[in-house]
């Protein structure tokens, strides 16, 4: 999965690499641009610059390749959600687990919340490095490559909002329908027998 990852983004453009054809042209284009001869005479950071479009193209691809990732996950899934038809107990434990917040919907659902934040947060600090971080810096002990604490505080906390029920419900509506399906078998078995008690 990583691997595919950095793959792609070798292919794109790698922000990590000075020399990388789609970095470079980009710097060339801002110098064309802005008329200067070095991104030291930007009236912005550049690495701030550069990280951002970094993060932009690298998020993609991440999430590209989470979402092919989650629909392996969600076939190998179904599968439990169609042994459920077989195993009643297979059903429990599908529902149970949607309902304490423990089943794979969930865990996609946290994963993509925690992917979203993580990736704005990290364009907020670009943003800040842009804004604030002066081009003349030449090691991270210069004070002019820090920006206020105060800054740090217009960063929300993360908060995950879980699925609610009518999401949990529709993602095992598979295992709901079985479990109610080996319901009215046991109902009826118990109608069959009691009737044949009564007979006897």
């Given at each position: 999965?990583?691997?595919?990852?950095?793959?792609?983004?070798?292919?794109?453009g790698?922000?990590?690499?000075?020399?990388?054809?789609?970095?470079k042209?980009?710097?060339?284009?801002?110098?064309?641009?802005?008329?200067v001869d070095?991104?030291?005479?930007?009236?912005?950071?550049?690495?701030?610059?550069?990280?951002?479009?970094g993060e932009?193209?690298?998020?993609?691809i991440y999430?590209?390749?989470q979402?092919?990732?989650?629909r392996?996950?969600?076939?190998?899934?179904?599968?439990s959600?169609?042994?459920?038809?077989?195993?009643?107990?297979?059903?429990?434990?599908?529902?149970?687990m949607?309902?304490t917040?423990t089943?794979f919907?969930?865990?996609?659902a946290?994963?993509?919340q925690?992917?979203?934040?993580r990736?704005?947060?990290a364009?907020k600090?670009n943003?800040?490095?842009?804004?604030?971080v002066?081009?003349?810096t030449?090691?991270?002990?210069?004070?002019?490559?820090?920006?206020?604490?105060?800054?740090?505080?217009?960063?929300?906390?993360?908060?995950?909002?879980?699925?609610?029920?009518a999401?949990?419900?529709?993602?095992e509506l598979n295992?709901?329908?079985?479990?109610?399906?080996?319901?009215?078998?046991?109902?009826?078995?118990?109608?069959?027998?009691s009737?044949?008690?009564?007979?006897?």
């Open positions: 999965f990583e691997a595919s990852i950095e793959q792609d983004i070798l292919k794109v790698d922000s990590h690499n000075s020399n990388d054809p789609y970095f042209a980009l710097e060339d284009s801002l110098l064309t641009v802005y008329k070095s991104v030291q005479q930007l009236p912005f950071n550049y690495k701030g610059f550069q990280m951002k479009e932009r193209i690298s998020s993609g999430s590209a390749h979402d092919g990732l989650f392996i996950f969600a076939k190998q899934n179904s599968f959600q169609i042994i459920a038809f077989v195993n009643p107990f297979t059903a429990v434990k599908n529902l149970s949607a309902l917040g089943d919907a969930s865990y996609a946290f994963q993509r925690a992917e979203s934040y990736f704005l947060m364009q600090m943003d800040l490095q842009i804004k604030y002066s081009n003349h030449t090691t991270s002990a210069d004070k002019h490559s820090r920006v206020d604490k105060k800054m740090w505080k217009s960063i929300p906390d993360f908060r995950f909002e879980p699925l609610t029920i999401e949990t419900l529709q993602a295992s709901l329908i079985a479990l109610f399906g080996w319901v009215l078998v046991l109902f009826s078995f118990i109608h069959v027998l009737k044949r008690l009564q007979a006897i």
